[in-house]
């Protein structure tokens, strides 16, 4: 069997994920080069791309997500922070609203970064621009991948200026989001079809951008209403971001959907389970139109089972799991994804024995949030779940209601959920010993917003 060393590869897709990988491959010396196709342009500023409509909505980059992140982009910090950026510790500048009352705030040492999806992926891309290895190919369609056999030799592309080619390599990384055909190539190309694992639950929300004067000087710089099952089907979401400007993301569950015009917006925000971004946005001067954008559910290809997997070739990011986008966890899949990449590279630099290592590796990343995020969206659904699941879902609730009142609680929970310390930090005495108590004296939530 001949050995092929990865010395070149192609990463279909230009959004955070795809960038990133891009960036964590060319860290490798024996690597010469890394061609990122997209059929967006590539050399546009920091505004939202046709082909990710979402980007004019929220985004919440975890605190593994921006440390992994940062870990193959060294200068994104100071280029997000050069922009108007803002850096959190997520505990302490960040006022999060839950199913018995605000969380407890406090210094965590969870720390992340508030921008706009634009700016962060703009930072990113500008970070693979100044990489000597990397080349940005934008507004081109990718046709096809190029079999030979049982490997991926590259991909088949068409220009926007209809120039086909073919671009050869000796790895291809499929990041193009949830409009991935990785699925159908595996099957036109006699590998079968992967099993697919998805929770139907649709999700609606609409953005908008304000100025709100009144919120200059306030200590928090996020405000979170998460949806509780089964009473709360609407969330919303307000965080200060460059320019001085604040994003009010708006969401709901099912046939909730928020409205786009700016009456009933208002309305829509008036009937979240608090008032404060009502509050806040009731007078405020918009900034932009309103957008919209609804989920159709969580989706996940798993790829890692298949029988037959093509050498040379590797699914990251969305387009290998999509999950509700109101857990946050869509740039920080991605980053881990290409950690994965990375980490097996230094082990397997041959197309033979690296792709389903890979691939395996990434399932592994995944594999937490992704329960954790179904989970949640059952808990709508209704559905039957083993016992096991029930029993963990019903201690994270337990935990839920704790963490208004234990600092313990709290950061042991958003410690997990950022993917900053292992699920077994929920069972030690810091976070058991708190929830013990309050499930004893059965507390009662306040409504008052800390400061």
């Not at 970070?127 to 991909?155: C, F, M, T, W, Y």
């Not at 928020?258 to 405020?284: C, M, S």
């Not at 037959?308 to 990011?317: A, E, K, L, S, T």
């Not at 230094?346 to 594999?367: L, M, P, Y």
Request: net charge positive.
């Amino acid at each position: 069997m001949t050995v092929h060393s990865i010395k070149n590869a192609v990463v279909i897709g230009g959004g955070p994920a795809g960038l990133t990988a891009a960036l964590a491959i060319s860290k490798r010396p024996e690597v010469t080069e890394v061609t990122v196709v997209d059929s967006d342009n590539l050399s546009g500023g920091p505004t939202p791309r046709n082909g990710a409509p979402q980007g004019y909505h929220a985004h919440v980059l975890l605190g593994r997500g921006y440390e992994e992140m940062v870990r193959h982009a060294p200068n994104l910090q100071s280029r997000l922070l050069s922009q108007g950026a803002t850096n959190i510790d997520f505990n302490n500048d960040t006022r999060v609203l839950l199913q018995n009352g605000w969380v407890a705030v406090t210094k965590s040492g969870i720390n992340t970064i508030v921008a706009t999806r634009p700016l962060i992926e703009w930072a990113i891309r500008q970070e693979a621009k100044d990489n000597p290895k990397i080349r940005l190919l934008g507004s081109s369609e990718v046709h096809g991948i190029i079999q030979e056999g049982k490997s991926v030799r590259g991909i088949a592309i068409k220009s926007f200026g209809n120039q086909a080619q073919d671009l050869m390599c000796d790895l291809v990384v499929d990041a193009s989001g949830r409009r991935s055909m990785a699925s159908k190539w595996l099957s036109d190309g006699g590998f079968g079809e992967p099993e697919v694992e998805e929770i139907h639950l649709g999700v609606n929300y609409a953005t908008r951008m304000y100025s709100i004067d009144k919120l200059k000087g306030k200590a928090w710089k996020v405000l979170a209403m998460n949806t509780i099952p089964p009473d709360m089907p609407r969330m919303g979401y307000l965080a200060r971001v460059e320019g001085g400007k604040y994003i009010v993301s708006l969401g709901g569950v099912g046939k909730e959907a928020p409205p786009v015009d700016n009456e009933g917006f208002l309305k829509f925000a008036r009937n979240l389970a608090h008032p404060a971004i009502y509050d806040a946005i009731k007078d405020a001067v918009p900034e932009s139109g309103i957008h919209s954008f609804r989920f159709p559910g969580s989706r996940l290809y798993r790829y890692e089972k298949m029988a037959d997997w093509p050498q040379n070739f590797v699914v990251v990011g969305d387009a290998y799991a999509s999950s509700n986008p109101f857990y946050g966890q869509g740039m920080t899949m991605g980053a881990l994804h290409a950690s994965a990449i990375d980490s097996t590279l230094k082990r397997h630099n041959n197309g033979n024995s690296f792709s389903r290592t890979a691939q395996a590796e990434i399932a592994k990343a995944t594999r937490f949030s992704w329960t954790l995020a179904t989970g949640e969206d059952n808990r709508w659904l209704q559905v039957a779940t083993p016992w096991m699941t029930k029993m963990v879902q019903g201690y994270i609730n337990r935990i839920l209601d704790t963490c208004p009142f234990s600092v313990g609680a709290t950061v042991g929970f958003c410690k997990v959920l950022h993917m900053d310390a292992n699920p077994s930090l929920l069972f030690t005495p810091k976070v058991v010993v708190p929830v013990v108590i309050n499930s004893i004296l059965r507390r009662k939530p306040s409504n008052i917003m800390p400061n």
